[in-house]
């Protein structure tokens, strides 16, 4: 099993850029499917991107180009670098993991229920 825990949200302005980080516990961290997910207000909890064990990567279609997904198993964390932040991104951010498979669909395909270990979120609010 493995908890997870988000830090690095915060405001910024549209264009601005943020980096969110999600630490790990557990020894087998590495080998373990790791994904951002976002939830605004009133909306589905949906997926921004996914990097399994392998390193293979799958972004959404609304942040490829602006959001990069990376993982050090050294430190037991994941990462996510935000660029040219939109308004329409701000939402609780999640991490979360799950052991076992491998990425083999485009992040679209994914939903929150294919992964069982959460953290507690992180909030990001881009204004215009």
């Known amino acids: 099993q493995v908890q997870l825990v988000e830090s690095g949200g915060g405001s910024v302005q549209a264009g601005g850029s943020l980096r969110l980080s999600c630490a790990a516990s557990?020894?087998?961290?590495?080998?373990?499917?790791m994904a951002w997910f976002r939830q605004a207000p009133g909306q589905e909890r949906e997926g921004v991107a996914a990097?399994?064990?392998?390193?293979?990567?799958t972004y959404a279609d609304s942040v490829k180009g602006r959001f990069t997904i990376s993982r050090d198993n050294a430190k037991n964390t994941l990462y996510l670098e935000m660029n040219s932040l939109k308004p329409e991104d701000t939402a609780m951010y999640y991490c979360?993991?799950?052991?076992?498979?491998?990425?083999?669909?485009?992040?679209?395909?994914?939903?929150?229920?294919?992964?069982?270990?959460w953290g507690q979120g992180t909030q990001v609010t881009v204004s215009s």
């Open positions: 557990g020894s087998t961290y590495s080998s373990y499917v």
């Open positions: 979360a993991g799950d052991k076992g498979w491998s990425l083999l669909h485009d992040m679209s395909d994914y939903a929150a229920s294919d992964f069982h270990y």
């Open positions: 990097i399994d064990a392998d390193g293979t990567i």
